[in-house]
């Protein structure tokens, strides 16, 4: 499985952006096995918000999205996400959005669907998080 960061959900609203083009493909292309995070839906409106957007503007983007993501290839966020997501923002300094969607990757076993290289990264320590994990929480 693979799951979709918010930069290609922001790249694909951005014709000028240099991932546009691989944005259209990936966002047309969510199915069963390449998901949306949960996080990232959050994120996107978050910063829409933060940057001035309107309701209007807002609103026709998430028209635009339902159109395009059906509820059923959202991958939701679950406590044990959040409970990883929080060690893994103590652990290695992820902001909140990107220490979920890592956390969502390591427990499902599934490919990140980003550029950001702190996500690409935390994921590649797979087997040495879950250890970790799962220690912190042997002690606690």
């Known amino acids: 499985?693979?799951?979709?960061?918010?930069?290609?959900?922001?790249?694909?609203?951005?014709?000028?952006?240099?991932?546009?083009?691989?944005?259209?493909?990936?966002?047309?292309?969510?199915n069963s096995e390449r998901r949306v995070s949960q996080a990232s839906l959050l994120e996107l409106d978050l910063l829409m918000k933060s940057r001035g957007f309107s309701w209007e503007e807002r609103?026709?983007?998430?028209?635009?999205?339902?159109?395009?993501?059906?509820?059923?290839?959202?991958?939701?966020?679950?406590?044990?996400?959040?409970?990883?997501?929080?060690?893994i923002e103590h652990k290695y300094g992820l902001d909140y959005f990107?220490?979920?969607?890592?956390?969502?990757?390591?427990l499902r076993d599934a490919r990140p669907l980003t550029t950001d290289r702190e996500i690409l990264y935390v994921v590649s320590r797979l087997p040495e998080i879950i250890n970790e994990y799962r220690s912190f929480k042997s002690f606690m």
């Open 98 to 106: 990107d220490a979920i969607v890592s956390a969502q990757c390591i």
């Open 59 to 87: 609103f026709k983007t998430w028209v635009l999205l339902e159109g395009l993501i059906a509820s059923e290839y959202v991958e939701a966020i679950y406590p044990s996400d959040l409970a990883l997501a929080t060690f």
């Open 1 to 30: 499985m693979e799951i979709v960061d918010t930069i290609y959900l922001m790249a694909f609203l951005r014709p000028n952006d240099p991932l546009h083009d691989d944005a259209v493909k990936i966002v047309e292309s969510v």
